[in-house]
């Protein structure tokens, strides 16, 4: 059975970081890509970065492009979104979410048929 599940999620001040995991099990991981999504109250999901199954092909939202890292660890089947720079409006539950790709990866979430529960982040004075 597919199975994501994130951890790493907390409250932080701003300027400060976090490292999301996502731990995956139940598939071949390394034919899956893996993208990170969050969902604020009273907003929409919204795609934040992804990675393609091998690590090569990388995409990011633009609000977060140089504050955000994602990677992954295919040998641990798990994924990483690596938070620095966080801001107030940062605060949500992020996602992550495998869907079966050729070494591609694209921010919609259509694309992505397994998803985790997600884990809340807090960016707080």
């Known amino acids: 059975q597919l199975q994501l599940v994130e951890s790493g999620g907390g409250l932080v001040q701003p300027g400060g970081s976090l490292r999301l995991s996502c731990a995956a099990s139940?598939?071949?991981?390394?034919?899956?890509?893996i993208a990170w999504f969050r969902q604020a109250p009273g907003k929409e999901r919204e795609g934040l970065s992804c990675i393609s199954s091998s690590g090569t092909v990388i995409n990011y939202q633009e609000s977060v492009k140089g504050r955000f890292t994602i990677s992954r660890d295919n040998a641990m089947n798990t994924g990483y979104l690596q938070m620095d720079s966080l801001k107030p409006e940062d605060t949500a539950v992020y996602y992550c979410?495998?869907?079966?790709?050729?070494?591609?990866?694209?921010?919609?979430?259509?694309?992505?048929?397994?998803w985790g529960r997600g884990t809340q982040v807090t960016v707080s004075s």
């Open positions: 139940g598939f071949r991981f390394d034919h899956f890509a």
């Open positions: 979410a495998a869907g079966f790709a050729n070494n591609w990866c694209v921010l919609s979430a259509p694309n992505y048929n397994s």
